[in-house]
């Protein structure tokens, strides 16, 4: 196991910035997830912590070691791919050995690394089998035992559940999880899911455009993000922005949104009279109001059995708002939303940063 550092790293295609001076310190057994949209540089970033893609400027450290002119197979790291990568020819047993083999280690050893590993991810009934005859779950399993028998310092992860059906990616997230908890060893994961991202960090990194825009453990993003991009990007439904103007009055703070429509400000928040902000309440924040709350138009509902998401109009703006209970809401009906104050943000409406104090 290893710290990994990753210090001022930036990489061009060309005369093309994809990467702009990253900073990233990955403690010794951490599970740290890089997140974000399409084209954010999440991989890039990865592989050049796996050497495959050249560093333009900064330094990468795995256990100390700068390994910036490392090769790949002196890195002692494994990757698992999206695409499993195995050999089609060559029965599991061997897929997961072929490393050793290489590295000509006894015959003794690769044997017992090969068997413990399969006990860990529940392959041993499959050790005969080739890559053709496996679900996609499995597959994914020997792709991990084949990093697991070579005990790297460090594994990369890049987007390995994106292949498997909804219900397969849901256990094998656990899995994956419970792998870390046992083996302990430093990893770096890259998603574009973020509810992956949340369920299975202990740090997150949230990526765009090549920067950093905010790191930290789950629940820390979840209730206290440093922009709108990370506060729309981090929960699932996504967080509500409406549009206003900061109020500063003789009483409490408030928020005027169009149509005349005002909320509480939050506690927290600080800002100028007249500034122009950004309110933001998560679809779980918002429960239902006798007629003192966000007055919303009843687009789509959407039951799941476990909630209700209903899909409204406030002034103009989608919202989107989820309840426990079960409501018989139809299109077209005008309902009350009383956001949760204590729970809310407040962003600037220019920069988008937060408004929010602590």
């Known amino acids: 196991m290893a710290a990994v550092s990753i210090r001022n790293v ?211 993003l979840y209730d206290h993000p440093e922009n709108i991009f990370v506060a729309g990007f981090i929960g699932s439904p996504a967080m509500n922005f409406l549009p206003g103007t900061l109020k500063l009055g003789a009483g409490a703070a408030h928020v005027a949104l169009a149509e005349g429509v005002t909320v509480p400000a939050p506690p927290k928040a600080r800002g100028e009279n007249g500034q122009k902000v950004i309110y933001g309440v998560r679809p779980e924040h918002l429960t239902m109001a006798n007629g003192t709350g966000l007055p919303a138009t009843v687009v789509v509902v959407e039951p799941t059995g476990a909630d209700t998401q209903v899909f409204a109009r406030v002034g103009g703006v989608e919202i989107t708002a989820v309840f426990r209970e079960r409501h018989a809401f139809h299109a077209g009906e005008t309902i009350s939303l009383a956001p949760d104050a204590g729970r809310s943000h407040l962003f600037d409406a220019e920069s988008g940063k937060t408004l929010m104090e602590g």
């Not at 949340?198 to 789950?218: F, K, L, N, S, Y």
């Open 10 to 220: 930036k990489k061009h295609f060309g005369t093309t910035p994809v990467i702009h001076g990253v900073d990233i310190e990955i403690a010794d057994g951490e599970f740290t997830v890089l997140v974000g949209p399409s084209g954010c540089g999440k991989s890039t970033l990865l592989r050049m912590i796996a050497g495959l893609e050249e560093i333009s400027a900064g330094d990468i450290a795995i256990g100390g070691r700068v390994v910036n002119d490392v090769p790949p197979k002196e890195r002692d790291i494994a990757m698992v791919f999206q695409n499993y990568a195995l050999y089609p020819h060559m029965k599991v047993r061997d897929n997961m050995a072929f490393s050793m083999l290489l590295a000509k280690r006894p015959k003794a050893e690769i044997e017992a690394r090969v068997m413990k590993a399969a006990g860990i991810l529940g392959l041993d009934q499959l050790l005969d089998r080739y890559p053709r005859q496996l679900s996609g779950g499995q597959r994914q399993r020997v792709a991990m035992g084949r990093c697991i028998v070579r005990d790297p310092q460090v594994f990369l992860f890049d987007e390995p559940l994106s292949n498997l059906d909804a219900k397969l990616r849901v256990a094998m997230r656990t899995e994956l999880k419970e792998l870390h908890q046992r083996l302990k060893t430093t990893s770096i994961y890259v998603t574009h899911d973020q509810i992956e991202a949340m369920t299975m960090a202990d740090q997150i990194v949230v990526m765009r455009d090549g920067i950093v825009e905010q790191r930290g453990r789950p629940l820390e």
